[in-house]
């Protein structure tokens, strides 16, 4: 792990955000969810964050970067750069606005060649096994993935292919919020808790909950 590079990630403005929220307004989280693609308004910043990919990508013999809608384009685009690849970007099943006929792959052909998928972060592996579905309908070998944020540590439940399939990540959830706290950007109360809340899947019962509002308000 690079320190520098997640420290630098984990104070861009706005990625970080102190908060309890819902996710599909039923999963509650003590945190509102990290908006990664804040990082990638620096160019500097999005150019660091997408090296370690382009070396996963060498190192794996990776012959297209592909980038899964929405979040994983930005990067997988910076990645194919640094690596010098063909780059393209694989459609979101279901996505609004799309219509049945689409293809779900687009750019560079991906057909009999090894690729690297590329996400803004890996949580249980849901999107990851369906994106790979996808990618392996259209031929494609994908023999890695690369994101800038893996949250399997904090993951209830991780997918099959999210334990077998080579993923390299910038940092771990609970790295970038250590980082987030160490920089200022998070209370580390806040950060203590919303690990412990986590970690041990906080009933919705839980007292604590008040104390991480509270504390967020402060």
Known sequence: MNNTLVSRLATVPGLVRPGVSHWDMKTRLPLHPLSVENAYGDPR?????????????????????????????????????????????????GYVGHEEHEPMVRGASVAGRRVLLVDDAVSSGSALAAFAAELKDAGAIVVGAFTVVD?????????????????????????????????????????????????NHWNDDDPRWDLLKAQAAA
């Open 45 to 93: 910043l999005l150019h660091d964050l997408a090296v370690p990919g382009a070396t996963f990508a060498e190192r794996l013999g990776v012959e297209v970067i592909v980038g899964a809608e929405t979040g994983g384009i930005t990067l997988a685009a910076a990645v194919a750069l640094v690596a010098d690849l063909p780059f393209a970007f694989v459609r979101k099943p």
């Open 151 to 199: 949250m399997r540590d904090v993951s209830g439940t991780v997918t099959a292919i999210a334990k077998r399939l080579p993923i390299e990540s910038v940092a771990t959830y609970k790295q970038v919020l250590m980082a987030a706290a160490d920089g200022g950007v998070l209370d580390p109360v806040i950060q203590r808790l919303a690990v412990d809340a986590l970690v």
